[in-house]
Protein backbone atom coordinates (compact mmCIF):
# COMPACT_ATOMS: atom_id res chain seq x y z
CA UNK A 1 0.00 0.00 0.00
CA UNK A 2 0.82 3.62 -0.82
CA UNK A 3 -1.21 5.60 1.75
CA UNK A 4 0.10 8.59 -0.50
CA UNK A 5 -2.19 11.01 -1.65
CA UNK A 6 -2.20 12.43 -4.87
CA UNK A 7 -0.14 15.11 -5.75
CA UNK A 8 -2.26 17.96 -7.48
CA UNK A 9 0.30 19.75 -9.74
CA UNK A 10 0.57 22.77 -8.17
CA UNK A 11 3.87 21.81 -5.32
CA UNK A 12 6.37 24.39 -6.11
CA UNK A 13 10.18 23.19 -6.03
CA UNK A 14 11.87 24.47 -2.84
CA UNK A 15 15.25 25.81 -1.57
CA UNK A 16 16.17 25.62 1.99
CA UNK A 17 12.58 25.23 2.28
CA UNK A 18 11.09 27.91 0.75
CA UNK A 19 8.89 27.57 -2.82
CA UNK A 20 11.36 29.14 -5.77
CA UNK A 21 9.21 28.22 -8.85
CA UNK A 22 5.34 27.79 -8.10
CA UNK A 23 4.10 25.16 -10.43
CA UNK A 24 7.23 23.66 -10.93
CA UNK A 25 5.74 19.68 -10.97
CA UNK A 26 3.03 20.65 -13.42
CA UNK A 27 6.08 21.85 -15.38
CA UNK A 28 7.79 18.33 -15.01
CA UNK A 29 4.44 16.60 -15.68
CA UNK A 30 4.12 18.01 -18.85
CA UNK A 31 8.20 17.85 -19.88
CA UNK A 32 8.29 14.19 -18.37
CA UNK A 33 4.96 12.29 -19.54
CA UNK A 34 3.24 13.97 -22.64
CA UNK A 35 4.37 11.16 -24.60
CA UNK A 36 1.36 9.09 -24.18
CA UNK A 37 2.13 6.79 -27.01
CA UNK A 38 5.55 5.78 -25.46
CA UNK A 39 5.26 1.92 -24.33
CA UNK A 40 5.64 2.49 -20.87
CA UNK A 41 3.54 5.44 -20.34
CA UNK A 42 0.88 3.76 -22.13
CA UNK A 43 0.99 0.95 -19.33
CA UNK A 44 0.44 3.42 -16.74
CA UNK A 45 -2.84 4.60 -18.57
CA UNK A 46 -3.85 1.78 -19.28
CA UNK A 47 -3.84 0.77 -15.35
CA UNK A 48 -5.43 3.94 -14.38
CA UNK A 49 -8.36 3.67 -16.88
CA UNK A 50 -9.23 0.37 -15.33
CA UNK A 51 -8.42 1.67 -11.71
CA UNK A 52 -11.10 4.86 -12.59
CA UNK A 53 -13.52 2.50 -14.15
CA UNK A 54 -13.65 -0.26 -10.79
CA UNK A 55 -15.40 3.23 -9.34
CA UNK A 56 -18.49 2.03 -11.60
CA UNK A 57 -19.42 -1.17 -9.92
CA UNK A 58 -22.45 -0.72 -7.68
CA UNK A 59 -21.77 0.08 -4.13
CA UNK A 60 -21.83 -0.66 -1.35
CA UNK A 61 -21.61 -4.27 -2.49
CA UNK A 62 -18.36 -3.05 -4.05
CA UNK A 63 -15.97 -1.17 -2.58
CA UNK A 64 -12.54 0.00 -4.24
CA UNK A 65 -9.92 1.00 -1.26
CA UNK A 66 -8.90 3.97 -2.30
CA UNK A 67 -6.55 4.87 0.94
CA UNK A 68 -4.62 2.21 -0.89
CA UNK A 69 -4.23 3.03 -4.66
CA UNK A 70 -4.91 6.70 -4.42
CA UNK A 71 -1.35 6.90 -6.11
CA UNK A 72 0.24 3.85 -8.25
CA UNK A 73 1.80 1.03 -6.81
CA UNK A 74 5.34 -0.14 -8.02
CA UNK A 75 6.55 -4.09 -7.26
CA UNK A 76 3.22 -5.36 -6.12
CA UNK A 77 2.12 -8.94 -6.48
CA UNK A 78 -1.51 -7.06 -7.77
CA UNK A 79 -2.15 -4.19 -9.70
CA UNK A 80 -5.63 -3.62 -8.19
CA UNK A 81 -7.83 -4.57 -5.91
CA UNK A 82 -11.54 -4.60 -5.11
CA UNK A 83 -13.94 -5.84 -2.35
CA UNK A 84 -17.45 -7.65 -2.96
CA UNK A 85 -18.49 -6.74 0.19
CA UNK A 86 -15.73 -8.43 2.47
CA UNK A 87 -14.20 -11.08 -0.04
CA UNK A 88 -11.38 -9.69 -2.14
CA UNK A 89 -10.92 -9.55 -5.61
CA UNK A 90 -7.52 -8.60 -7.05
CA UNK A 91 -6.63 -7.55 -10.53
CA UNK A 92 -3.52 -7.90 -13.05
CA UNK A 93 -3.43 -5.05 -15.97
CA UNK A 94 -1.21 -5.43 -19.02
CA UNK A 95 -1.33 -3.65 -21.96
CA UNK A 96 -0.19 -3.21 -26.03
CA UNK A 97 -1.12 -1.22 -29.30
CA UNK A 98 -1.21 -1.82 -32.69
CA UNK A 99 2.14 -0.43 -33.88
CA UNK A 100 3.96 -2.96 -30.98
CA UNK A 101 6.38 -5.20 -32.79
CA UNK A 102 5.28 -8.13 -30.87
CA UNK A 103 1.13 -8.59 -30.45
CA UNK A 104 1.95 -10.71 -27.46
CA UNK A 105 1.10 -10.10 -23.40
CA UNK A 106 2.85 -11.12 -20.85
CA UNK A 107 0.69 -12.37 -18.17
CA UNK A 108 3.27 -12.07 -14.99
CA UNK A 109 3.18 -16.11 -14.36
CA UNK A 110 5.92 -15.89 -11.55
CA UNK A 111 7.30 -17.08 -8.63
CA UNK A 112 5.74 -16.66 -5.17
CA UNK A 113 7.11 -16.17 -1.51
CA UNK A 114 5.87 -17.42 1.72
CA UNK A 115 6.67 -14.94 4.34
CA UNK A 116 5.12 -17.56 7.03
CA UNK A 117 7.76 -20.39 6.04
CA UNK A 118 9.96 -17.99 4.78
CA UNK A 119 10.51 -19.95 1.31
CA UNK A 120 9.64 -19.74 -2.53
CA UNK A 121 6.24 -20.50 -3.94
CA UNK A 122 6.10 -22.31 -7.48
CA UNK A 123 5.44 -20.02 -10.32
CA UNK A 124 1.70 -19.17 -10.77
CA UNK A 125 -1.00 -16.60 -11.84
CA UNK A 126 -1.68 -14.89 -8.68
CA UNK A 127 -3.85 -12.47 -9.62
CA UNK A 128 -8.02 -13.32 -9.67
CA UNK A 129 -8.45 -11.45 -13.08
CA UNK A 130 -6.37 -10.37 -15.99
CA UNK A 131 -7.53 -7.34 -18.06
CA UNK A 132 -5.49 -7.08 -21.32
CA UNK A 133 -6.13 -3.35 -22.52
CA UNK A 134 -5.61 -2.74 -26.48
CA UNK A 135 -5.04 0.49 -27.73
CA UNK A 136 -5.54 0.78 -31.49
CA UNK A 137 -2.69 3.48 -32.55
CA UNK A 138 -2.50 5.10 -36.21
CA UNK A 139 0.43 2.67 -37.73
CA UNK A 140 0.30 4.74 -40.47
CA UNK A 141 1.87 7.99 -38.62
CA UNK A 142 3.77 5.41 -36.41
CA UNK A 143 5.73 4.41 -39.38
CA UNK A 144 6.25 7.61 -40.91
CA UNK A 145 7.57 9.13 -37.82
CA UNK A 146 9.72 6.18 -37.30
CA UNK A 147 11.18 6.42 -40.62
CA UNK A 148 11.92 9.86 -39.98
CA UNK A 149 13.27 9.28 -36.97
CA UNK A 150 15.97 6.43 -38.52
CA UNK A 151 16.62 8.69 -41.12
CA UNK A 152 17.45 11.82 -38.60
CA UNK A 153 19.23 9.54 -36.32
CA UNK A 154 22.59 9.77 -37.55
CA UNK A 155 22.95 13.39 -38.18
CA UNK A 156 20.07 15.63 -37.11
CA UNK A 157 20.79 18.34 -39.43
CA UNK A 158 19.67 16.59 -42.25
CA UNK A 159 15.97 16.59 -40.84
CA UNK A 160 13.92 19.49 -43.17
CA UNK A 161 11.73 22.10 -41.85
CA UNK A 162 8.80 20.18 -43.71
CA UNK A 163 9.79 16.27 -42.54
CA UNK A 164 9.87 17.93 -38.80
CA UNK A 165 6.63 20.10 -39.00
CA UNK A 166 5.08 16.45 -40.01
CA UNK A 167 6.48 14.62 -37.62
CA UNK A 168 4.95 16.85 -35.03
CA UNK A 169 1.78 17.15 -36.34
CA UNK A 170 1.67 12.78 -36.55
CA UNK A 171 3.49 12.67 -33.09
CA UNK A 172 0.20 15.63 -31.84
CA UNK A 173 -1.66 13.14 -33.44
CA UNK A 174 -0.85 9.72 -31.55
CA UNK A 175 -0.94 11.29 -28.47
CA UNK A 176 -4.61 13.01 -28.52
CA UNK A 177 -5.39 9.11 -29.81
CA UNK A 178 -4.45 7.88 -26.76
CA UNK A 179 -6.87 9.83 -25.01
CA UNK A 180 -9.49 8.84 -27.01
CA UNK A 181 -11.93 6.52 -25.14
CA UNK A 182 -12.99 4.84 -28.36
CA UNK A 183 -9.64 3.71 -29.07
CA UNK A 184 -8.87 1.52 -26.30
CA UNK A 185 -10.52 -1.99 -25.68
CA UNK A 186 -10.19 -4.58 -23.04
CA UNK A 187 -9.81 -8.40 -22.61
CA UNK A 188 -11.20 -9.34 -19.44
CA UNK A 189 -10.41 -13.22 -18.15
CA UNK A 190 -10.28 -15.48 -14.97
CA UNK A 191 -6.86 -16.50 -14.04
CA UNK A 192 -8.01 -20.37 -14.97
CA UNK A 193 -8.30 -19.36 -18.10
CA UNK A 194 -4.05 -18.44 -18.43
CA UNK A 195 -3.74 -22.35 -17.25
CA UNK A 196 0.31 -21.38 -16.67
CA UNK A 197 0.87 -19.35 -19.98
CA UNK A 198 3.61 -17.19 -19.78
CA UNK A 199 2.53 -15.04 -22.41
CA UNK A 200 -0.49 -14.82 -24.73
CA UNK A 201 -0.97 -13.18 -27.87
CA UNK A 202 -4.20 -10.95 -29.10
CA UNK A 203 -5.51 -13.49 -31.50
CA UNK A 204 -5.40 -16.36 -28.41
CA UNK A 205 -7.37 -13.45 -26.36
CA UNK A 206 -10.05 -12.80 -29.28
CA UNK A 207 -10.30 -17.10 -29.95
CA UNK A 208 -10.94 -16.96 -26.20
CA UNK A 209 -13.72 -14.55 -26.55
CA UNK A 210 -15.51 -16.22 -29.12
CA UNK A 211 -15.32 -19.29 -27.23
CA UNK A 212 -16.97 -17.43 -23.72
CA UNK A 213 -13.38 -17.87 -21.93
CA UNK A 214 -13.20 -14.52 -22.10
CA UNK A 215 -15.20 -11.33 -22.73
CA UNK A 216 -14.21 -8.13 -24.37
CA UNK A 217 -15.58 -4.64 -23.51
CA UNK A 218 -14.76 -1.08 -24.09
CA UNK A 219 -13.92 1.33 -21.29
CA UNK A 220 -17.38 1.53 -20.45
CA UNK A 221 -18.02 -2.39 -19.97
CA UNK A 222 -15.46 -3.16 -17.85
CA UNK A 223 -16.97 -2.53 -13.99
CA UNK A 224 -19.90 -5.21 -15.24
CA UNK A 225 -17.55 -7.20 -16.73
CA UNK A 226 -16.02 -7.14 -13.57
CA UNK A 227 -19.08 -7.35 -11.47
CA UNK A 228 -20.08 -10.83 -13.54
CA UNK A 229 -16.43 -12.23 -12.99
CA UNK A 230 -16.47 -11.35 -9.57
CA UNK A 231 -19.92 -12.85 -8.45
CA UNK A 232 -18.52 -16.02 -10.76
CA UNK A 233 -15.48 -16.74 -8.50
CA UNK A 234 -17.42 -15.75 -5.77
CA UNK A 235 -19.63 -18.82 -6.22
CA UNK A 236 -16.91 -21.14 -7.16
CA UNK A 237 -15.37 -20.13 -3.67
CA UNK A 238 -18.76 -21.01 -1.94
CA UNK A 239 -18.47 -24.57 -3.73
CA UNK A 240 -15.20 -25.26 -2.73
CA UNK A 241 -15.97 -24.89 0.75
CA UNK A 242 -18.89 -27.44 0.80
Known sequence: MNLLDPLTGTEALTQSGRPIEPGFLTAFWGWGFSA????LLRGYLAEFLVYRALFNMPSPDFQVPTSHFSTKMEGDVHDLVFFMNDEKFTIQVKSKDSYSKS????????????????????????SDFYIFAYLALDNKKCQENERLHDKWNPNPSRALPMEKARFKLNKQALVKSVLELDN???????????????????????????????????????????????????????????
Open 103 to 126: QVFDTSFAEGFDCVSNSPLPAEHW
Open 184 to 242: WSFYILDRAQLRGQKSINLNKLRSKVNKGEAVWVQHGGIADALVDFALERHAKRCDEML
Open 36 to 39: LDNP
